[in-house]
């Protein structure tokens, strides 16, 4: 009788906050940064010459991921991979990137991850950078997609609305104009300036062309940040479940920290756009506990690649080195070209101050996503999405989550990591020209073979190559890499 007691008020104790749970499912935020590297953050790099005091805090209050990667080296792979679980590769984008006039990527059945959370009575936010291909009304059908044959004033027939956001605030690549929705802001007609172009800004190197009156590089984080913390505060307000996909066009190329965040760092105006981004974070943090909803929020900070190659000039100018001391920079299949931050928060759930060696990827946020919500994932969905929650409850794993990691680089090469090895399915893992002053302080070994063997462990700056003397892990990892390149999930 006793033991029936118990029971019954163990039930009653349990049952209100079960009922919480299932009336409050938690509120998720993922903010992609684009082109920072591992070591950019000085919670990652003790000899980072980059402030981040939001990110670090971040870190304190959740779990750091020290050895999470990027699906590919470069932007528009990496966006699909997280926004579906799979990797790019198995798409019809084999190398490189969408430009501002592709077609979109995301196939028109493929489930994506805010599209499984709208299906579960979420709303989807997206803010900022989206890369993955637009659809236009054009004024001339068999003209070329360019701003001036763009009708403006029609509504876009595909934007991210339908890959599942119910919201979102943009970029309308072609050109430099903000998109809400389906339509934009101001049309975009008048030709870009680019001989007047402030000094403390670097670059652009895309979208070159035209821009809506007014436009100006400075402008889009705090419009970003603003959209967000006001589809943050308006989704709280009316006790909706959100996803917020923050995805700025920082720290890459156009570099452009407004005023307040100029000398900031002793790492340059990249330097200082990193802090901006810092403090972009820390405003949108603001907002969620304002907003009441940060006990009850995960957020993940990660970003789309490693550190662009003008890194390489920041080790000589300022002794900053964005992959933390790793060979390779975006674009490459080394360690720097794909090694990201990661950092999730998710108060209850998340111990303070933990950290995972665990090896994950972008593409496992999906996977992870589903299994907070009890989503079942079918088989031909998110295939190469693991669940990363028992490493986010600090669980005691016996196997590593992931059978292997592939790599992929901007020329479409492959490399894949399996514990402490990886192989490079080239000659070379580099995508860009790598200093020799680098090299020599990295102290790497030529060779003349033509794959590349690793052991991360015991070289974790990937200088001397062990195919030659290990051709049996060599083997191996490549009998898993024709695998899942010949089709199949790797989940």
């Not at 919480?20 to 070591?39: K, M, R, S, T």
Request: charged share 20%; hydrophobic share 35%; aromatic share 10%.
């Amino acid at each position: 009788m006793k033991s029936i007691i118990l029971r019954l008020l163990l039930l009653c104790a349990i049952l209100p906050f079960a009922t919480l749970a299932a009336e409050q499912p938690p509120n998720i935020v993922v903010i992609l940064a684009d082109d920072l590297g591992y070591g950019d953050l000085s919670g990652n790099n003790p000899d980072s010459k980059i402030p981040t005091p939001v990110l670090d805090r971040l870190a304190d209050e959740g779990m750091n991921f020290t050895d999470a990667h990027s699906p590919s080296g470069v932007c528009t792979p990496t966006r699909y991979g997280l926004l579906t679980g799979r990797y790019c590769w198995r798409t019809h984008l084999k190398r490189g990137v969408l430009n501002g006039a592709s077609a979109p990527l995301i196939e028109p059945d493929r489930l994506t991850l805010p599209a499984m959370l709208a299906s579960r009575g979420y709303v989807t936010g997206h803010f900022g950078k989206w890369h993955l291909g637009r659809r236009w009304h054009l004024k001339d059908p068999d003209g070329k997609i360019t701003p001036p044959n763009i009708d403006w004033t029609r509504p876009a027939p595909y934007c991210p609305l339908d890959a599942g956001f119910t919201y979102s605030f943009a970029l309308a690549q072609p050109a430099w104009a903000f998109m809400e929705n389906r339509m934009v802001s101001a049309e975009p007609t008048e030709p870009f300036d680019f001989t007047h172009i402030p000094s403390h800004i670097v670059g652009p190197n895309n979208n070159k062309g035209f821009q809506q009156p007014g436009f100006t590089f400075e402008q889009m984080i705090p419009n970003w940040v603003a959209k967000t913390k006001a589809f943050i505060a308006r989704s709280a307000a009316a006790k909706k479940p959100f996803f917020a996909y923050f995805a700025p066009i920082c720290p890459h190329r156009p570099i452009n920290p407004n005023q307040e965040f100029q000398g900031k760092s002793d790492c340059g105006v990249f330097g200082d756009f990193v802090c901006e981004l810092d403090a972009a974070v820390g405003s949108i943090l603001d907002q969620l506990k304002a907003s009441g909803v940060d006990q009850n929020t995960l957020v993940v900070f990660t970003a789309d690649n490693g550190a662009e190659n003008n890194a390489y000039g920041h080790i000589a100018t300022y002794d900053h080195w964005s992959s933390g001391g790793l060979r390779g920079c975006k674009r490459d299949l080394y360690e720097g070209g794909h090694r990201v931050p990661f950092i999730a928060r998710w108060p209850g759930q998340i111990r303070l101050g933990s950290e995972s060696d665990e090896i994950v990827c972008l593409t496992d946020i999906m996977a992870t996503v589903a299994a907070i919500i009890d989503y079942p994932l079918p088989a031909n969905a998110a295939e190469d999405s693991y669940n990363l929650l028992p490493a986010l409850r600090s669980e005691k794993l016996t196997t590593p989550i992931r059978e292997a990691t592939v790599h992929h680089s901007a020329r479409g090469t492959f490399a894949i990591r399996q514990g402490d090895w990886v192989y490079i399915d080239a000659p070379s893992g580099a995508n860009n020209r790598e200093p020799d002053s680098v090299l020599k302080t990295l102290g790497v070994k030529p060779h003349d073979q033509q794959t590349e063997l690793f052991n991360l462990r015991t070289d974790p700056r990937q200088t001397t190559n062990l195919i030659a003397e290990r051709p049996d892990q060599a083997e191996r990892l490549l009998a898993i890499l024709d695998r899942y390149r010949a089709g199949a999930p790797s989940r």
